[in-house]
């Protein structure tokens, strides 16, 4: 006869491995979500506070790269920036990127008044975008 384990031993393993492989595709998924999402509302230009809007086409990978470093810089300047996306697959977005000259992943900045102080077509990394959001803040005094 062998040294087998108790049979309840064995499947109160198996459910703690399904367990901890479940917890961590969830963890996984959970992380991949986005934060939250971003304003459309353009109604928001020139209402007290600067703001960045990023030209977004859901069908291009350049718009995505850019929403990613915002991601990255949101939390740091939420508070002083507004930031706003114009989908370009929108009516109200496509109208913005036709009177701003805009493609995919461009940004363009805002002054607290609501005139375009500068425009990014696509930032090459997190730190130029970043040093775009410190110029209009430069720009807008504080």
């Known amino acids: 006869m062998t040294n087998m384990p108790p049979q309840g031993f064995s499947r109160l393993r ?60 949101r939390g740091e300047y939420a508070d002083r920036i507004a930031f706003l996306v114009a989908p370009l697959g929108a009516p109200q977005g496509e109208a913005f990127g036709r009177r701003f000259n805009l493609d995919n992943g461009s940004v363009v900045l805002f002054s607290a008044r609501g005139v375009a102080v500068n425009t990014v077509h696509l930032p090459a990394d997190t730190a130029a975008l970043k040093l775009a959001l410190d110029d209009l803040l430069i720009r807008a005094g504080e």
């Open 14 to 73: 198996k459910w703690l491995i399904y367990l901890a492989i479940t917890t961590g595709v969830l963890a996984l998924v959970w992380s991949q979500l986005p934060r939250s999402p971003y304003s459309t509302d353009l109604s928001r230009i020139g209402q007290g506070q600067p703001a960045m809007v990023l030209a977004y086409d859901i069908q291009s990978m350049g718009g995505m790269a850019v929403m990613g470093m915002m991601d990255d810089l």
